[in-house]
């Protein structure tokens, strides 16, 4: 049983050029979400997705930044003209359900670089 | 907003010693989840904990719930230098998963032979 996967797991990008972070989720898991890292904080929430739809976006900025979770195929998170402040770990998390005790399992993380 | 506060950040201590480390807010929350995350890794899930004043055993880890539901603590016995790593509590608004989880900043925890 593989994992929640994402990749790549470092991304380097100039300011100005545009950012994908993929996530493919547990197998039989459609519930997605994405949150990010900075140095010495905590993980913040940005977004929670099931198949096809967005649920709650209250964290994920309201520019540039976009998310999707395809009928097929792996989560997207985006993030379009990159600036310095988007350095960060991004990391994936998906579940059965939300209902209580519904373990969420984390991957590995992206850790994008803009220079 | 809900916060969550983490204490101590950070924490040294020789092997075998006993620890407690704390996660408070002034928020409830329908449930509290503890992670471990180690460098260059995504958290892994420790333990979940529902109802006020639970409290969850996993080897050597003791995790508690208050009985508000607003703070937790984990004490660890007999610590181990494969206990080193970031603990991390989160609370769950709707009562479970990762559903828009708040994080707290982590207590840096290391363990020395």
């Known amino acids: 049983n593989a994992g929640v996967m994402q990749n790549p797991r470092h991304l380097v990008r100039r300011r100005g050029q545009e950012a994908r972070l993929r996530c493919s989720p547990v197998k039989g898991h459609s519930h997605v979400y994405w949150y990010r890292q900075l140095p010495e904080e905590g993980l913040k929430f940005m977004v929670y997705?099931?198949?096809?739809?967005?649920?709650?976006e209250s964290g994920m900025p309201k520019e540039r930044f976009s998310a999707e979770f395809p009928k097929e195929g792996p989560s997207i998170l985006r993030i379009q003209q990159v600036v310095r402040g988007d350095s960060a770990a991004y990391f994936c998390a998906s579940s059965r359900g939300t209902r209580r005790n519904t373990e969420a399992f984390f991957g590995q993380g992206t850790r994008l670089t803009v220079v | 907003t809900q916060l969550l506060e983490q204490s101590p950040q950070f924490l040294s201590i020789q092997e075998g010693e006993n620890l407690t480390v704390y996660c408070n807010s002034s928020s409830v929350f329908s449930s509290l989840q503890w992670y471990r995350q180690e460098p260059g890794e995504g958290p892994v899930l420790l333990v979940t904990?529902?109802?006020?004043?639970e409290v969850k055993k996993l080897k050597r880890l003791t995790f508690q719930f208050g009985d508000a539901r607003k703070d937790s603590s984990l004490h660890i016995t007999a610590a181990q230098p494969g206990d080193t790593g970031l603990y991390l509590c989160a609370g769950g608004a709707s009562g479970g998963g990762a559903d828009g989880l708040t994080f707290g900043k982590g207590t840096h925890l290391i363990i020395q032979p």
């Open positions: 904990v529902v109802t006020g004043g």
């Open positions: 997705l099931q198949k096809e739809n967005i649920i709650d």
